[in-house]
């Protein structure tokens, strides 16, 4: 089974109608993809009651890959917003946080994406075994930021401890520049998912600059034809070895990730079944 989806479900112009309202959106984009990355659980943990809702307005198949906490992963270096006083404690909240997509059926992972600064270490092989143990049974996903999980030297160690963990992979597509990016990995680690995070191949644009629009170009970018091509050969080879691809499209900061979301569905000859009804125009 192969799932399309994209990033966040408010920034996409091209699937919805000029007066769709903010509220309106997910409904609306639900009858697009099956899937959707939830980054508003980055920034804060969320309120129980707006899981419930997103639950609520998505069709019974449908899917989120919910991004774990800043706090979780260490980007908040500073700690200065973090409202927690321990860790076991934000990791709790969090959990509690996520159980109506679980008792709805709809979560489809947790996506732990550490930041450039999380290099291979032993230090950070054992936080990563406190988090998993910390998210019980949940299923969690790992995406590195760091180029050092991939070396040469480290690469194969990387790949079997997240086997033997239970650690989804997230084969992550990004622009290859230097430490701070990883080469695209191809590889299933649990039998059931593998995550695809397509960020675009802006190499000017992938490390901090100074420019404080950084993190708005970031993932300005889109993929050819034959990128897509490329892309769509590995999705299907991934699909012989586990039971469920999901491929979420990140690269929107020039809002080019639906358009090609829908090319890559073209070229897999995918209908998805279950999706919201589309809402129907006066014509």
Known sequence: ????????????????????????????????FPAVELD???????????????????????????????????HDREEKDNPFETKAEMFQAFRESIVPLQKAGKLGA???????????????????????????????????RQ???????????????MKQEGWIHTVADEPQA????????????????????????????????????WRKVRYLYEYNEQELTTIAEEVKRLEKQCEEVIVLFNNNSGRHAAGNAKQLQQMLGIEFDGLASQQLGLF
């Not at 707006?50 to 800043?70: C, D, G, H, L, S």
């Not at 947790?110 to 998993?132: A, G, I, M, N, S």
């Not at 191949?201 to 490390?207: A, K, L």
């Open 110 to 144: 947790v996506l732990f994406q550490f930041p450039p600064w999380f290099d291979c270490t032993q230090e950070h092989v054992q936080y990563l075994r406190y988090c998993k143990k910390e998210m019980k049974d949940i299923p969690v996903a790992l995406e590195f």
């Open 147 to 161: 180029q050092s999980w991939y070396e040469e030297r480290f690469q194969q160690q990387t790949l079997q401890f």
């Open 40 to 74: 508003s659980s980055f920034y804060a943990v969320q309120p129980i009651r707006n899981m419930e809702k997103w639950a609520r307005e998505t069709p019974e198949n449908f899917q989120f890959i919910v991004k774990a906490y800043q706090g979780m992963t260490g």
């Open 178 to 213: 230097g430490e701070k990016s990883v080469p695209f990995v191809p590889v299933v680690t649990v039998k059931d998912k593998v995550i695809i995070r397509l960020h675009g191949r802006n190499v000017h644009g992938w490390n901090y600059s100074g420019n404080a629009n």
């Open 1 to 32: 089974m192969i799932q399309i989806g994209l990033t966040g479900w408010g920034d996409h112009d091209s699937i919805y109608a000029d007066d769709t309202k903010a509220h309106e959106k997910l409904q609306e984009y639900s009858s697009h």
